[in-house]
């Protein structure tokens, strides 16, 4: 499968209109990226808000263009979304006349998946995040973990490369979130996808990524990468009490906390009194 990401050197901007003087002028969401996933990693991307992450999978999801630099996918420039790469969101992007079920061949149908392949798919992603018996619910009637679990399926079912997730469990209670992190742990090593995951919780990134990348404040660069080496996440450790996990923590919650504090100076510069 494949599946590497490279951003070289990538700028973006917009085009936005001065309030004050009324004429266009343009706004840097970020600046000079540079930035490799390899085939299968699981990289987090953290940051203060509104620091570009968002734009950075935009960029990914193939959604926007760079305003300058590259961002490409193994080798080759991205033109325009794909079924190599699946997204999801934080809210729950579902059709809400559709079932559970009818949300995921949704997907395949739309990933041209054949007619009578589909039940089945969606049937079997359905089982993978556990939700097995509830195929025929409409969102309505499921709640936020459910919904956000079948757009996972969703995503998952007609077997994209590349996982890009904007903050896909950032309305979660604790416990939802910690066993979707497990869920999306185990379907990541079974199935080798690049993921691209984008949180706002230190705790999260740690658990979850191979490689943390921290980006500064607005107009978005890479800070730092850290490489986060925890071992296994077998079931029954709780790694999230170690020691090791607590300096990474530490390290991750300094290079972001320098950057927020960056921030909120040039708020209060630039902000009318
Ligand atoms: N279409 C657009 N037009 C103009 N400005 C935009 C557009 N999209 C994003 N921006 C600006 O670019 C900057 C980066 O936005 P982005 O959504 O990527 O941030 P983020 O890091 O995802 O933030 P958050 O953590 O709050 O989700 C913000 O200042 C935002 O206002
Ligand atoms: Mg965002």
């Not at 379907?187 to 691209?196: E, F, Q, S």
């Not at 990524?209 to 071992?231: D, F, M």
Request: glycine share 10%; hydrophobic share 40%; aromatic share 6%.
């Amino acid at each position: 499968m494949s599946g590497h990401i490279s951003f070289r050197d990538v700028t973006k901007r917009f085009a936005v209109r001065d309030r004050a003087s009324r004429r266009r002028t343009e706004f840097t969401a970020v600046r000079g990226v540079d930035l490799d996933v390899e085939r299968g990693e699981f990289l987090v991307l953290v940051g203060p808000s509104g620091c570009g992450k968002s734009t950075l999978l935009d960029l990914l999801g193939g959604l926007t263009e760079p305003s300058e630099g590259r961002v490409l996918l193994d080798g080759a420039p991205i033109t325009g979304p794909g079924l190599d790469r699946g997204v999801v969101f934080q809210q729950y992007a579902l059709l809400p006349w559709r079932t559970a079920q009818g949300n995921v061949e949704f997907g395949l149908e739309a990933a041209g998946v054949p007619r009578r392949e589909r039940p089945g798919r969606a049937r079997e992603f359905l089982d993978l995040v556990g939700l097995a018996g509830f195929e025929d619910r409409h969102p309505h009637q499921l709640s936020g973990g459910m919904r956000q679990r079948v757009a996972i399926a969703r995503s998952l079912a007609y077997d994209p490369a590349v996982l890009l997730m904007d903050e896909p469990f950032a309305a979660l209670d604790a416990q939802t979130r910690e066993s979707l992190q497990d869920e999306l742990l185990r379907i990541w090593r079974r199935t080798g996808k690049t993921v691209v995951f984008i949180t706002h919780s230190i705790d999260e990134a740690v658990y979850l990524g191979q490689r943390v990348a921290v980006l500064t404040s607005r107009p978005g660069r890479v800070k730092e990468v850290v490489g986060i080496e925890l071992g296994d996440r077998a079931d029954g450790v709780d790694l999230r009490s170690s020691a090791e996990f607590a300096r990474y923590r530490h390290r991750i919650w300094e290079l972001l906390h320098d950057e927020v504090s960056r921030a909120q100076r040039q708020e209060k510069e630039v902000a009318p009194v």
